[in-house]
Nanobody
Framework: VQLQASGGGLVQAGGSLRLSCAASGGILGFKTMGWYRQAPGNQRDLVAV???????NYAESVKGRFTIARDNVKSTWYLQMDSLKPEDTAVYYC?????????WGQGTQVTVSS
């Protein structure tokens, strides 16, 4: 399975971006799809996750602003990011857990200017 993340960029505070992660090789049997982010000097942290049953979970810092969604037919999941803040600036990585294995996308940079 290979994951391809896209949709990052530069946006002003208060703006929106939508990240996409496309999986090649199939997602059948997946347990979770998610997004993580890593700012310089920081560890990689969970942003949002959606399970195979549709349950979602968000980091406290993004609740009410970010929304994770998936399209199983397209083997793609998304992160809609609204009301972006400068502290959201990071490299965002998509993640897939399937059959006990973890897969990561290559990362996409999100920069929010004040």
């Amino acid at each position: 399975v290979q994951l391809q993340a896209s949709g990052g960029g530069l946006v002003q505070a208060g703006g929106s971006l939508r990240l996409s992660c496309a999986a090649s090789g199939g997602i059948l049997g997946f347990k979770t799809m998610g997004w993580y982010r890593q700012a310089p000097g920081n560890q990689r942290d969970l942003v949002a996750v959606i399970t195979s049953s549709g349950i979602t979970n968000y980091a406290e810092s993004v609740k009410g602003r970010f929304t994770i969604a998936r399209d199983n037919v397209k083997s793609t999941w998304y992160l809609q990011m609204d009301s972006l803040k400068p502290e959201d600036t990071a490299v965002y990585y998509c993640h897939l857990n399937r059959w006990g294995l973890d897969y990561w996308g290559q990362g996409t940079q999100v920069t929010v200017s004040s």
